[in-house]
Antibody, heavy 121, light 107 residues
Framework: EVQLVESGGDLVEPGGSVRLSCAASGFTFMTYRMHWVRQAPGKGLEWVSDINTDGSSISYADSVKGRFTISRDNARKTLYLQMSSLTAADTAVYYC??????????????WGQGTLVTVSS | DVQMTQSPSSLSSSVGDRVTITCRASHDISGYLNWYQQKLGRAPTLLIYLTSTLHSGVPSRFSGVKSESNFTLTISRLQPDDLATYFCQQTFISPPTFGQGTKVEVK
């Protein structure tokens, strides 16, 4: 059974930093691209970042570029998101997401339960 | 970025009704359209990928189709368990983008 367990969400002051972790199990972590997706309270889904299997290809949403860093440790089967220079607009539940491979399609086939980051003074 | 426009933003239907949700992309996304279900307080789950293929374990009352530039999610006979918000997503052009969601209420 695929499991993605996020941790690290916290109440952070504006301008602060936090690191999210996502522990993966139930699949061969090192062979799948992974994503972070966030959802502000009462709002829709926003893709944040993704990383390929060996970390050599990374993308970010414009809204977080230069402030967030995605990484992964395949030996530990863990995905990370280092977040800095946080603002209230970054307040959201952050989901760790596995990208699937189905023929030519790459849907987001498994999601973690999410971890809440609140940016407030 | 590809903008995904979903409609309606919310709807209310009775158990057993047929429900349709539409999603339109601002650019050609071929058939690379996915649908997700998100129940209150839970993470999204994948329902359909590549326009019409049901993900493992998804009930057959869910279906997806493309007509010209519109993608449609249909629930053939609404069940109480279908109370949720539904999101479309395109994964054809990076970055992947989502529709704003359709909240489905069951009368």
């Amino acid at each position: 059974e695929v499991q993605l367990v996020e941790s690290g969400g916290d109440l952070v002051e504006p301008g602060g930093s936090v690191r999210l972790s996502c522990a993966a199990s139930g699949f061969t972590f090192m062979t799948y691209r992974m994503h972070w997706v966030r959802q502000a309270p009462g709002k829709g889904l926003e893709w944040v970042s993704d990383i390929n299997t060996d970390g050599s290809s990374i993308s970010y949403a414009d809204s977080v570029k230069g402030r967030f860093t995605i990484s992964r440790d395949n030996a530990r089967k863990t995905l990370y998101l280092q977040m800095s220079s946080l603002t209230a607009a970054d307040t959201a539940v952050y989901y760790c997401v596995k990208e699937g491979r189905y023929m030519s399609a790459v849907p987001f086939d498994f999601w973690g339960q999410g971890t809440l980051v609140t940016v407030s003074s | 970025d590809v903008q995904m426009t979903q409609s309606p933003s919310s709807l209310s239907s009775s158990v057993g009704d047929r429900v349709t949700i539409t999603c339109r992309a601002s650019h050609d996304i071929s058939g690379y359209l996915n649908w997700y279900q998100q129940k209150l307080g839970r993470a999204p789950t994948l329902l359909i990928y590549l326009t019409s293929t049901l993900h493992s374990g998804v009930p057959s009352r869910f279906s997806g189709v493309k007509s010209e530039s519109n993608f449609t999610l249909t629930i053939s006979r609404l069940q109480p368990d279908d109370l949720a918000t539904y999101f479309c997503q395109q994964t054809f052009i990076s970055p992947p983008t989502f529709g704003q969601g359709t909240k489905v209420e069951v009368k």
